[in-house]
């Protein structure tokens, strides 16, 4: 502002000294002096417009801040009701999974609840029909009394009867033979094997019952023991590649050849592999002309298939010479020794491995077992072509071995 304040004063003097350089010097003066007051005059309201436009600017800027503020608060505060409502959502659908979840249990019990007051009904209806036929004899007897007592010459007659006539003892009526009892047809099936051993109690009723232990699933035909009430779930030949490790058989739910239900060397497996819950399994190995070998151990599930299946490796603590005594003479590596259900190696798909059993390996750890004891057992770099029973080699305890047998798996 000095600066120009400076220039402006010379500019003005220059002038003047122009013009006095040139007659009417007063005059003159006065009309340049009237000018530069216009000027003046001019350029004030000029800067009056200016500092207004520049107010007005401020304020705009002032109030869209003040807007911008206002938006972010909203923001704010939409941002926390989200997540408020995103946590409720959160909790509303946790309680509604637990509700589910609870339902089905009820739902279940209730359907055992249910399969076994049928059970109840029918065994009660075998009764009534073996007591109406006892009362029929008995009626019958007692006619026969009657009329032998009339005709002894005493005064007793049966006019009228003193027992009522039997009307409908002949007729339409079950014989003992035909009465319901559990387990012997599809239509009236046992639950499981263990209902069967607690009617029996005694080895000498095992053998082929109905059962059905999931309301889901039909009923089906099974070898029971009626002592100590196993369902059998599969048996396996060893000398078949029918349920080699990598066999389909264990991940699905198909049966194979379902009328080999005996404790025979037959391979099949039943619908028991994906319906019976247990809470016990026994296993038993068979080798050629030999008797079965069983062991027992405890291990819940709602059926083998949940615990196979889905080949997840899920380990029991039978322990080594357990298994060894389902198979004399038995050889096996001595590290490793992971047992259970899909015991093998979590590095080498080719070592040995078995659906239910133990892997044992020669240098420390489970990275290449090369033996084998137990069902659905399979290892590719060997190839023993043995599914169930024992292979060994790669420094063993007993020598190199591969027995083949027949696999046993039950449960209850
Ligand atoms: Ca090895």
Redesign the pocket.
């Known amino acids: 502002m000095s600066h120009c304040r400076h220039f402006y004063l010379l500019f003005v003097a220059l002038l003047v000294g122009a013009v006095s350089q040139h007659g009417t010097k007063a005059d003159s003066e006065a009309c340049f002096v009237e000018s530069l007051r216009k000027m003046v005059a001019e350029l004030n309201v000029t800067t009056q417009e200016k500092k207004a436009e520049v107010a007005g600017l401020k304020n705009e800027v002032k109030n869209e801040r003040e807007k911008r503020i206002k938006l972010e608060e909203e923001n704010a505060k939409l941002r926390n009701k989200l997540q408020t409502n995103n946590v409720r959502l959160n909790d509303t659908s946790i309680s509604l999974t637990q509700q589910v979840q609870d339902a089905k249990c009820q739902l279940q019990t209730r359907n055992r609840q249910i399969r076994s007051l049928q059970n109840v009904s029918l065994q009660l209806q075998a009764h009534v029909t073996q007591l109406q036929q006892s009362n029929c004899v008995l009626n019958r007897t007692a006619e026969s009394l009657t009329e032998a007592v009339a005709y002894l010459g005493r005064n007793e007659t049966h006019e009228g009867g003193a027992f009522p006539p039997c009307s409908n003892c002949t007729e339409g009526m079950m014989t003992s033979n035909d009465s319901v009892v559990l387990g012997n047809s599809s239509s009236s099936p046992e639950s499981t094997c263990k209902e069967i051993a607690l009617r029996y109690n005694s080895s000498s009723h095992n053998g082929k019952y109905w059962i059905k232990p999931s309301s889901d699933d039909p009923p089906f035909q099974v070898y029971c023991d009626a002592n100590e009430g196993w369902s059998l779930i599969m048996k396996i030949d060893g000398k078949q590649q029918t349920f080699d490790y990598d066999s389909d058989l264990w991940s699905n739910k198909n049966t194979f050849q379902l009328n080999n239900t005996d404790l025979d060397d037959k391979e099949t497996k039943l619908a028991s592999y994906w319906t019976l819950p247990f809470t016990e399994l026994r296993l038993g190995m068979k080798k050629v002309n030999g008797t079965i070998r069983w062991i027992t151990f405890s291990y819940s599930a709602s059926s083998l298939h949940s615990l196979i299946a889905d080949g997840q490796y899920r380990s029991t603590s039978i322990g080594k010479t357990t298994w060894r005594s389902l198979l004399p003479n038995s050889s096996l ?1 001595t590290d490793c020794n992971r047992e259970g259900f899909n015991a093998r190696s979590f590095n080498l798909e080719n ?1 040995a491995k078995a659906r239910l059993g133990l892997i044992a ?3 420390g750890g489970c ?4 033996s084998f004891l137990g069902f659905g057992t399979q290892i590719r770099t060997k190839s023993p072509n043995n599914s169930a029973g024992n292979y060994a080699c ?1 420094s063993p305890d007993n020598g190199d071995v591969n027995i083949k047998t027949i696999g046993y798996i039950m449960a209850r």
């Open positions: 590596q070592a390996n020669n240098d990275a290449s077992p090369d790669c």
